[in-house]
């Protein structure tokens, strides 16, 4: 029983690692997720600067730069149904390609494992299918709201050329207050859930009352309620205490 609950705790732990934000994280050598790709694929041409991809221009072609191929994909996370965005390389997408050929990739659930430590150049990601998804799965999964990816980008590249706070530093929309009608539109959406899914939505955004929301979360928000409510049935109305003044 003891061993049991160490692995339970470390699996949570890494889940709780792997939330916030829209990207999926797996961030040390053997960190794993259980996924289901969702939507169609996002491919760009990048180039690696400064410890980050940047999108590949008419630019970068003069300074002698040769351009990669990153693709993003929605995932729906198996545990959770979370939906996340995963960008790997060229290779991934190969093989991605040829599970899907055989095994289709609505109907699986696919381990995906980091082999490599943080910011080793030469990491690498295996991906073999873990589990086959039940119709009431599948159906359940593609009906998640996924994430629009060439606006998820073109957002994150014109904070990038504005001079945006970075990753993770505070920023001004971040410390405003999200808008009053997507509060309402979110509380509303809850409130037909049970109450261990309004529990999971201020667990995930560290907030006690939907208002307490930034603004610069907002879109998150919605998109993960949407995928709550895919989740759950409407049968139990939640508790009115977090929605109150």
Known sequence: MANNMWEQTAAMAKQHEQQGGAWLKLANDGDTA??????????????????K???FDEKMKAQGHKPSL????????????????????????????????????????????????????????????????????ASAFQALQQHDLPKLYAAEAEGAASGASPAGAPSAKANEPIDVKLAQAIATALKALPREAVDRFLQKFAVQRIRDLPASKGELARAYVDSLVAEYSAESVADVDPFGP
Request: glycine content about 6%; cysteine-free.
């Open 70 to 137: 990153r693709v993003a994909l929605n995932v729906g996370v198996y545990g959770t149904r979370e939906v996340k965005v995963m960008e790997q390389a060229v290779t991934f997408f190969n093989t991605l390609m040829e599970l899907r050929a055989k095994y289709g990739l609505e109907k699986w659930a696919f381990e995906v494992k980091r082999r490599g430590a943080a910011k080793d150049t030469k990491t690498t990601y295996s991906i073999l299918p873990d589990r086959q998804l039940t119709a009431e799965e």
């Open 53 to 55: 991809f940047v999108p």
């Open 34 to 51: 259980v996924v289901v790709f969702l939507g169609e694929p996002h491919p760009r041409e990048v180039v690696f600067i400064d410890n």
